[in-house]
């Protein structure tokens, strides 16, 4: 039985040309979790027909790579429902509407995605839903649109159409949306589902470790990426490490101590520890735990031994 991997364990989010025949059937060596044929921005229409052509053979060959399985489609009101219509018979793990700003983009999505189910003998609910936020319209109304269908696990925010859309001025060290990244994920930890942060969208290893690094401060565990060279950075970024989980059962180590003595807290290398460090180190240890079982070919669900 194919073991899909969780939601809240997919690091990296790669987006790929959808008609791009070169690229494709090599996106799985890239080591992305999740493997995204777009065909929104990147297909123009006149490539179109033949993305959706390519849709099921190469979904059956990244599922075979271990790769979670994922799609952007055109918005429905333009010619979304051709995509889904020829994608949808490779029954993939995730649809990605583009450009979302309303839930009833995202209700009308999942009535359409529901009737394919049916059709094409997929499992009902099996297909998961990934809002793309890509104006401030949707970023306002992040929570609410995460809510709008039970299919979504997980949104996404955009950059490059998102600083269009505020007239930002883009830069490499992303300043122009910080805001909208602290934003973002204040709202999905609000509804409860994965944040998936924004593309670095230049090509220098240095500049995506460090734009990555930034993100998992303010609490990401989930990068899109446009640059297959990437995902190995962002994989490792945000992956717990050995010096990071040994540092993590020190905290536990030592509140636990405290707690035991009657102690409210302790102070580990010069800084006090409180009931939510030590909730925080016990996520970490989770997280690493699940990741391990999860490439060990366990279920990688959070609380399995973890």
Known sequence: MRRIRPAQLCRSWLFLEGANEAVLPRAAASGADVLIQELEDFTPPSSRPLARSLASD??????????????????LEQDGMDDLAAVM??????????????????????????????????????????????????LVQTAVIAKASPR???CLLAAEDLASDLGAERGQDGLELAYCRQRFIVECVAAGVVAIDCPYTWGDVEGVGRDTRWAR????????????????????????????????RDIVAA?????????????????????????????????????????RGGSGQFGDGG
Not at 64 to 70: D, F, I, R, S, T
Not at 99 to 114: F, I, M, N, Y
Not at 233 to 248: F, K, M, R, T, Y
């Open 58 to 75: 190469l979904y059956r060959a990244w599922r075979a790579e271990g790769a979670v399985v994922a799609v952007r489609v055109n918005p």
């Open 89 to 138: 018979r490779g029954a993939p793990d995730i649809v990605a509407p583009p450009k979302v700003a309303e839930p009833h983009q995202v209700l009308r999505l999942d009535e359409a995605v529901t009737r394919f189910e049916r059709d094409y003998g997929i499992a009902s609910g099996s297909t998961a839903l990934l809002p793309n936020i890509e104006f401030a319209r949707g």
């Open 255 to 295: 509140f636990e101590s405290a707690r035991a003595k009657g102690e409210a807290r302790v102070e580990l290398d010069g800084s006090l520890v409180e009931l939510p460090t030590y909730g925080n180190a016990q996520r970490l240890l989770a997280r690493g735990e699940a990741l391990r079982q999860f490439e």
């Open 152 to 154: 979504t696990t997980a």
């Open 217 to 248: 401060r303010l609490g990401y565990v989930a990068k899109s990426l446009v640059d297959p060279s990437h995902a190995a950075v962002v994989n490792a970024i945000l992956s717990p490490d050995d010096q990071e989980i040994g540092h993590a």
